[in-house]
């Protein structure tokens, strides 16, 4: 049954042609039949067709018609509506628990980890490629924990290709595109075997999966999230995990670093945005950027300019001992070697509209 406020809407509707003596007879018989008991329903009708009957002006009469008509009809189409919305509203949460527990399935057969963003936008060959691929398989070996993705083009396929290059384990959560919906994310990775990947319609169910991916249940585990730059969807994603770590949503067992990858000055604005917040007072000195020099490590983000920054950051956070850290001899120079990136602006410009 709809909500009573919206059927006395559509009576109200039927009625406004009609005065109010009039419109408060018709409402006064929608609250003798929806108050009815279900058997009782076609009494009320039929008490209202008497009613009618008998009713005078011949102008009212019209109006109480209406009435009776808008109970019969409309009530029972808006009531189908209602009933079909309410099967396919289960229908959603019934293939959003689906996809939920597919995802929990695969993170638990392909272990905690790194979890990447970034921009679906780059092709290989492209030094935000190559540079993103770099940085996911010197995680991959410092760490052995497997690498993380959204599971499609650009980004996405370079940190997984990076993992499987360093011979680790990789996992992915991609959702479900048309072409009309994105241009380029229709394809999971080619990288992926089908038991290293699931697929969403929901972006909920996927969005839990690569946090779950991230959560540390256990002091030895080494998990992360790395935003490389990208998009809409990279923002959507730093700005909630930025805000589920502010809360003490993520990491709720064991603390988890959230790392900014800001090359080439990309992210400077959403660093002046956090620092224009907290000089607001819209969010607390101790919520921004962790300064590298700060002993404490206050705040919610680390923004790193080079993978050599972030890597030495993790390696830091997770205490690995300096004979260790093998991977500063295998970096590449992004400094000196020419940016294949049009403008340096992270991906093509012919890609962008």
Not at 279 to 303: F, L, V
Not at 310 to 326: K, W
Request: net charge negative; glycine share 10%; with cysteine.
């Amino acid at each position: 049954m709809p909500p009573i406020g919206h059927l006395e809407k559509i009576v109200q509707e039927a009625m406004s042609n009609f005065g109010p003596d009039v419109q408060d007879r018709a409402l006064s018989f929608l609250h003798d039949w929806v108050n009815s008991p279900d058997h009782m329903r076609n009494e009320v009708c039929k008490k209202l067709q008497r009613a009618i009957s008998k009713h005078n002006p011949k102008k009212e009469r019209g109006a109480l018609r209406a009435a009776h008509r808008t109970a019969r009809e409309n009530f029972a189409s808006e009531l189908a509506e209602v009933v079909s919305r309410e099967a396919q509203d289960r229908q959603s949460a019934s293939a959003m628990k689906k996809e939920l527990l597919t995802g929990y399935e695969l993170v638990r057969r392909q272990g905690k980890g790194f979890v990447f963003f970034g921009t679906a936008r780059s092709d290989p060959g492209d030094t935000e490629y190559e540079r993103a691929q770099e940085l996911a398989r010197e995680t991959s070996i410092l760490f052995g924990s497997t690498i993380w993705s959204g599971a499609g083009p650009g980004d996405m396929d370079a940190v997984v290709r990076g993992g499987q290059e360093a011979g680790g384990r990789i996992g992915g959560s991609k959702i479900i595109l048309t072409e009309d919906q994105s241009e380029f994310e229709q394809n999971v990775s080619a990288v992926f075997s089908e038991d290293e990947v699931t697929e969403c319609e929901y972006f909920a169910p996927r969005k839990v999966v690569l946090t779950e991916a991230a959560m540390r249940e256990r002091e030895s585990d080494r998990t992360g999230v790395i935003c490389l730059p990208g998009g809409w969807g990279s923002m959507d994603e730093l700005f909630e995990f930025g805000n589920l770590k502010l809360l003490k949503k993520l990491g709720t067992g064991h603390p988890v670093p959230l790392v900014l990858m800001n090359y080439n000055g990309e992210y400077d604005g959403i660093v002046a945005f956090i620092e224009r917040a907290i000089s607001d007072g819209r969010i607390g000195a101790d919520q921004g950027c962790i300064k590298p020099n700060d002993p404490e490590q206050k705040g919610t983000i680390r923004m790193c300019k080079s993978n050599a920054e972030a890597l030495d950051y993790l390696a830091d956070y997770y205490n690995i001992p300096e004979n260790q850290r093998e991977y500063a001899a295998r970096l590449r120079n992004w400094d000196v070697e020419p940016d294949k990136i049009a403008d340096g602006t992270g991906s093509h410009s012919k890609k962008q509209t």
